[in-house]
């Protein structure tokens, strides 16, 4: 098997990858029509789909971090690894980019933020990505496992992380995942709330959404003051006339009474 149509191959897996996943983040996030529980299927159906067609070429690794994790338990060469590098995060790129002009800037193009601090963040982004290389080790490396189960392994388990882990840290588990639709993004983020995480629905930081709500209250009060100006006018033209009413009824000269209620 040519080097080259290796990484066409990782090419197209983590094209198909980013573009299925982050269009299901976008969608949702449009239209609502998903839910993240469909977000997270999403993604886990597109990992297993991927794998049947370019697993035997590639090893449809479809991420950095597993590439990595096999070069170092001695079941990928070295040399190969930055190839792969490349492939798979010019593969998440063009996705990204793709989305970008055919959706516009939704949902950051499909880059998720993380809803719970950043230890909780980092932990909930652990464990995850913990289950998910352990499967991949297990059904990938070790002859005794089911050949043809591993896709249906590996993809259910980034659905299951998807499902649980991303609402809290994004649940990337996979560094192109996590890139690809950075370049593609227009709006700046609060630094508290940038981390372009993976599969689970977007969200902002704590500190953000509570930014967000003072700014919502703001909106709603000055939306309030101008609906109720027409009343406020009338209220003050009543006061004015009952004023130079009272006035007049005292005896005050005219002009006079003019001028006080104006002044005042």
Not at 242 to 253: D, I, N, W, Y
Request: aromatic fraction near 6%; charge should be positive; include cysteine.
């Amino acid at each position: 098997m040519t080097t080259v149509r290796r990484l066409t191959a990782e090419l197209v897996g983590t094209f198909a990858l980013v573009f299925a996943g982050c269009s299901a983040v976008m969608v949702e996030a449009k239209t609502g029509a998903l839910g993240h529980v469909g977000v997270a299927i999403t993604f886990g159906l597109v990992i297993m789909l991927m794998i049947y067609p370019v697993g035997h070429v590639s090893g449809a690794h479809l991420n950095p971090a597993v590439s990595l994790a096999f070069a170092l338990s001695r079941h990928f060469p070295w040399t190969n690894l930055f190839g792969y590098w490349a492939a798979q995060l010019g593969g998440a790129l063009a996705a990204a980019a793709i989305l970008r002009g055919s959706l516009g800037n939704i949902a950051h193009v499909g880059a998720t933020l993380p809803s719970g601090s950043e230890r909780q963040s980092f932990l909930w982004e652990l464990v995850p990505t913990f289950f998910l290389m352990f499967v991949i080790m297990a059904v990938a490396t070790d002859t005794r496992a089911v050949g043809e189960a591993a896709a249906i392994a590996i993809g259910g388990t980034v659905g299951l992380d998807a499902m649980f882990g991303g609402p809290i840290s994004g649940a990337s588990m996979n560094p192109a995942r996590s890139i690809g639709p950075r370049p593609a993004r227009t709006v700046a983020l609060h630094p508290g709330a940038d981390r372009r995480c993976g599969p689970g629905r977007p969200r902002l930081s704590v500190r953000s959404q509570r930014t967000h709500t003072r700014h919502l209250n703001r909106v709603a009060v000055i939306t309030d003051i101008h609906a109720n100006l027409p009343a406020l006018e009338a209220t003050l033209s009543e006061i004015e006339r009952a004023v130079s009413h009272e006035m007049r009824t005292v005896g005050l000269p005219e002009e006079l009474a003019e001028k006080l209620v104006t002044a005042a």
